[in-house]
Every structure is written in C-alpha cells, then in structure tokens.
T-cell receptor
C-alpha cells in the first residue's frame, strides 16, 4: 500500500473549516484514499473514503486532486469534539486488506 | 446498535505472565482484525480473520502472540510470557465482509506489563 505524508499537528478555531492535507504521490490506480480519526482513549473511527471523485457525507468532505497524488479532508464547521488524531490512509479496495496507519495529524480545535 | 466490545479494558500483568484479550465483533461481521498501538504511535496490524480462518498473521511480532476465532465470532488474542515491550493498547476491528470498506473499531484493551 502507498505511503502517505501528513503534517504532525494543526489547529483550527471552533466554527471554522478545518482543512487537513495529505500527500500520497505513489498511489496506484486501484488504491482508495481513506480517512479515519482517533479521539483520545477511543478506537479509530471511519470518516470517509474516495477513489477519484470528491466525496461528501454527514461528517466531512474529501477533495482528491486530479492526479490523485494528494487529498484534503474538510471538516466544514469544526467543534471541540473534533479534536483528535486524523489518519490519511491509502489501500486497495475491500476491507479484507489491513489498514496501515501512519502517524497522522493531531488536530486541536481552539474555542 | 451494539458496536465492537473488548474486555478487559485495562490489564496489568507481571513480566512472564500469560494474558488473554477478548474481542466481541459486531454480530454478523465476517472480517476481524487485531492491531497493536504503542503510546504516541498509530495502530499497527497484527492479524486478520475471515470467519474462523486466520488469513493473515504477518503482523504478529513473535511466536508468543497467538490469536483465534474458533466459531467465527468472538476472538481471543493471547500473549504468552509477557514482556515490557508488549505494553500497548490492543485494538480489535470488524467489518461486514471483505467487500465492505469500513472497519469498526472497539475501544481497545490497555495492557501494562510491569
């Protein structure tokens, strides 16, 4: 599975949009981009995934560049409960394949 | 509905003791994963089951680690002769089947080896 690069930490004001970048320049054609987050003392939680097109759900939006070498997770109106470590992951289709987590981005939301 | 549950939530063991960690996946989920998370790091894959079959155990760090899922539902991760470096959070995740994208994680078991 391709490797990802994320900034180690970011902060964002409550109520503003949080934009979390991820580079995955070696992604291959059959690999999806996934985002998970891990709130302190909890297990990771799935957020969203995509292949080529931008995706949106009730939690976030995922913007993938046309060349698929980078992506951005957008939390449109960040709240204090969004404080967590966010992991950008690329892996092949299907959940039968293991998730390779990197170090993630520690997002802090300030009041 | 009920999510993935793990027990115990916390375990303290003396070096050399054997421990058993339990995972109850979401009912009906075919796929089950174990991950190990050291302090300050991301989770690392240990092993994967599809029903009762252990299809990938490439992440198990040594032969002291053993996992089973005999009836295709509950799984147990056993660590023999625990060492201090085994101290970590052990996470279990399940998924509906191998074509489903999302893995659902339990809260983890924090193991401390003294």
């Amino acid at each position: 599975d391709a490797k990802t690069t994320q900034p180690p930490s970011m902060d964002c004001a409550e109520g503003r949009a949080a934009n979390l970048p991820c580079n995955h320049s070696t992604i291959s054609g059959n690999e999806y981009v996934y985002w998970y987050r891990q709130i302190h003392s909890q297990g990771p939680q799935y957020i969203i995934h995509g292949l080529k097109n931008n995706e949106t759900n009730e939690m976030a939006s995922l913007i993938i560049t046309e060349d698929r070498k980078s992506s951005t997770l957008i939390l449109p109106h960040a709240t204090l409960r969004d404080t967590a470590v966010y992991y950008c992951i690329v892996k092949k289709d299907s959940s039968a394949s293991k998730i390779i987590f990197g170090s993630g981005t520690r997002l802090s939301i300030r009041p | 509905g009920a999510g993935v549950s793990q027990s115990p939530r916390y375990k303290v063991a003396k070096r050399g003791q054997d421990v058993a960690l339990r995972c109850d996946p979401i009912s009906g989920h075919v796929s089950l994963f174990w991950y190990q998370q050291a302090l300050g790091q991301g989770p690392e894959f240990l092993t994967y089951f599809q029903n009762e079959a252990q299809l990938d155990k490439s992440g198990l760090p040594s032969d002291r680690f053993f996992a089973e899922r005999p009836e295709g539902s509950v799984s147990t991760l056993k660590i023999q002769r625990t060492q201090q470096e085994d101290s970590a959070v052990y996470l279990c995740a399940s998924s509906l089947d191998d074509s489903w994208h999302e893995q659902f994680f339990g809260p983890g078991t924090r193991l401390t080896v003294l």
